[in-house]
């Protein structure tokens, strides 16, 4: 069983910069391919990056590709998603999901599934 809980969400103006954090319990945090998605409101969750378990293969959505970057410490069990040059659209919750076995790109279809962190983007 693994729980995943995000952190660093907030207020920041256009242009400036994030760090989210989503720890995981469990002793097995290092065999799971860990993404991070996010729901602007009225939208679709939207995925945006993936990491494998070593950390040594990552892909992103071209909506963040050069502004977000996503990494790992697999010794404390944390997964991070480093946000710069934020836009006001970027303002959406962002959720972190973990799986063994399969990279889908719809957030339901993870193992395990956080509850969000929120960041607001202001012009």
């Known amino acids: 069983q693994v729980q995943l809980v995000e952190s660093g969400g907030g207020l920041v103006q256009a242009g400036g910069s994030l760090k989210l954090s989503c720890a995981a319990s469990?002793?097995?945090?290092?065999?799971?391919?860990m993404v991070w998605f996010r729901q602007a409101p009225g939208k679709e969750r939207e995925f945006l990056a993936y990491?494998?378990?070593?950390?040594?293969?990552?892909f992103y959505a071209d909506s963040v590709k050069g502004r977000f970057t996503i990494s790992r410490d697999n010794a404390i069990n944390l997964v991070y998603l480093q946000m710069n040059s934020l836009k006001p659209e970027d303002t959406a919750v962002y959720y972190c999901?973990?799986?063994?076995?399969?990279?889908?790109?719809?957030?339901?279809?993870?193992?395990?599934r956080g509850q969000g962190t929120q960041v607001t983007v202001s012009s």
């Open positions: 999901a973990a799986d063994r076995y399969k990279v889908v790109a719809t957030f339901d279809g993870y193992e395990y």
């Open positions: 469990g002793r097995t945090f290092s065999s799971y391919a």
């Open positions: 990491i494998n378990w070593s950390g040594s293969s990552k």
